[in-house]
């Protein structure tokens, strides 16, 4: 209560200060909910479109700037060989090459985490976040099944935001280099999703 009081009271002097600074964010390329009830009405004049993209993805666990960090592990009295219990959460660099200095042309943001107890699988839950092109400000999202040891994955596209609204598709992974000792890995991704043209 007495932290609660005291932010208050820092508030309201501000206020009156006018040290206050209110940032109001103005819609920008079709953002903001009348921009996005209009899309809807649009959407019967729509024709599907599918799109190909292909990128890299660098999961970086060690070293002095990871992109990826462990929030959860199991007990350690309790031991899995399959790592069963481990969360992790991502940042990771979407590049146009396998090389670190490659282009980045967005982010995989999200989670990970070990949910296999016989094998090495992840339940992967992240976005794919364009930074750079005609796709720059858009989505797309994956929730699924990656079995870390099979040559390719295959991982459904849920949804996704800006060019990508409604967006469902199918995300391939290949491993391209893991380091067994940091966990360090660059991931090839193969991704065709279906969605709307206006």
Not at 137 to 163: A, C, D, K
Request: proline residues 5%; charged residues 15%.
């Amino acid at each position: 209560m007495e932290k609660l009081c005291t932010i208050l009271i820092l508030l309201i002097s501000f206020s009156v200060s006018g040290l206050v600074v209110t940032t109001i964010a103005q819609p920008v390329n079709g953002e903001g909910p009348e921009a996005v009830e209009q899309w809807f009405k649009d959407l019967p004049n729509a024709k599907e479109k599918t799109t190909k993209l292909h990128f890299y993805f660098h999961d970086i666990v060690a070293g002095d700037n990871p992109s990826a960090v462990t929030v959860a592990r199991p007990n350690s009295t309790v031991v899995y060989p399959t790592n069963f219990g481990l969360v992790r959460v991502m940042d990771n660099q979407l590049t146009v090459g396998p090389e670190p200095d490659s282009k980045i042309i967005g982010r995989a943001q999200g989670i990970y985490a070990s949910a296999s107890m016989e094998e090495f699988g992840l339940l992967m839950t992240l976005n794919y976040v364009f930074t750079d092109g005609k796709y720059n400000g858009s989505t797309l999202t994956i929730v699924g099944h990656n079995p870390i040891l099979n040559e390719y994955r295959e991982m459904p596209i849920v949804g996704g935001s800006g060019v990508f609204r409604l967006a469902r598709g199918v995300a391939t992974a290949q491993t391209v280099w893991f380091n067994l000792t940091s966990q360090d890995a660059i991931v090839e991704y193969d991704v065709i999703v279906l969605h709307y043209d206006f």
